[in-house]
């Protein structure tokens, strides 16, 4: 059955409603397309790169597995609510962790009524939360370093970008005109925010004080809830310029750049348009194992570079100094 959610706001709710980026809303809808195998129209780029790796490491047959089911009900306690505007993934990873026994207990029990059954991994972690959490999160971390790590300058750079856009609307027009404009599928009046479209209702009952705003790189067209108390309501939506996320960068000016870090550097901080180990980078490029290995660490410890563990071999990326730097150098 389709219901129209009604959330109503108080003068404080409203002194309340805020953003945030949340690397853990990136985990689960990123997990449920690589596992779907479509060629989605986005992401492809993306999930060609990670789907091997993701096969490689088990993961296909893990706790996450089981936890993230094709389609429907995710456990709420994956997505904690975040206390700060950016948490880190070790923070989000620990509020899971910590997760009250309870509270994984119900949702578990939720995921069963809506899937039919449960698994064997689910089964220990419902006997035993306290116990068993510690393996999921590791897992998570796992998920982490070789999906979205590599990814995460980038995807973050479109979240933030997105925020800045809402915050200005809200400046210039008011948090009304904010709420109105965020999806096709609200609308504010008269102090209530509706959702159509939603198969639960929503109410301020079941939810905490004032709204927080998590924009989202994987979650889809549609939009994505959460209401734990004492939590604030959580509501997730398409953030705007995901369809330009896995374009190619404009062509950099190697030499003004390579005047300033040297050809070879230049040469690799381009090649990591996509995250590469060494080897792939010394293929890609023609330079020596060893060179590539020398010069990856100057840009690593110029904060230029990243490094991420997938299975046994190490992925660089650039990171968002990087980023810049380029951008810089495109222009």
Not at 7 to 29: G, H, K, T
Not at 111 to 120: D, E, S
Not at 128 to 155: C, F, H, N, Q, S
Request: net charge positive; glycine share 6%.
């Amino acid at each position: 059955m389709v219901v129209l959610a009604e959330l109503a706001f108080s003068a404080m709710d409203l002194a309340q409603v805020r953003f945030a980026v949340s690397p853990m809303w990136e985990v689960a809808p990123s997990f449920r397309l690589l596992r779907s195998g479509s060629a989605h129209p986005v992401h492809r780029p993306w999930a060609e790169q990670v789907r091997p790796r993701l096969v490689a490491a088990g993961l296909d047959r893990g706790w996450l597995a089981e936890l993230i089911p094709p389609t429907g009900y995710v456990p709420d306690f994956l997505n904690p609510a975040p206390a700060a505007p950016a948490p880190t993934p070790a923070e989000e990873r620990e509020a899971i962790r910590t997760s009250p026994a309870d509270r994984v207990r119900q949702d578990l029990d939720h995921l069963a009524r809506h899937q039919g059954n449960r698994g064997p991994r689910l089964r220990t972690l419902h006997a035993d939360p306290p116990g068993r959490l510690a393996k999921v999160t590791e897992e998570i971390e796992t998920y982490w370093e070789l999906a979205l790590a590599p990814y995460w300058a980038r995807i973050r750079a479109v979240l933030e970008a997105d925020i800045l856009y809402r915050a200005r609307i809200a400046a210039e027009h008011g948090t009304g005109h904010l709420l109105n404009d965020l999806h096709t599928s609200l609308s504010w009046d008269d102090n209530v925010l509706r959702m159509s479209g939603r198969k639960q209702p929503l109410a301020r009952t079941t939810a905490g004080p004032g709204l927080l705003l998590i924009p989202s790189a994987f979650t889809g067209p549609g939009l994505r809830t959460r209401t734990t108390l004492p939590d604030p309501p959580q509501l997730v939506y398409p953030a705007r310029g995901v369809g330009s996320l896995w374009q190619a960068r404009p062509a950099t000016r190697a030499d003004t750049l390579s005047a300033v870090l040297g050809r070879s550097r230049t040469l690799l901080l381009t090649e990591l348009e996509t995250p590469a180990s060494t080897t792939q980078l010394a293929h890609r490029t023609g330079l020596s194992t060893a060179g590539v290995s020398q010069y990856l660490t100057a840009l690593r410890e110029a904060g230029l570079v990243s490094a991420h563990r997938a299975g046994r071999s190490v992925l660089y990326a650039r990171t968002a100094a990087a980023e810049t730097l380029l951008e810089a150098a495109c222009a």
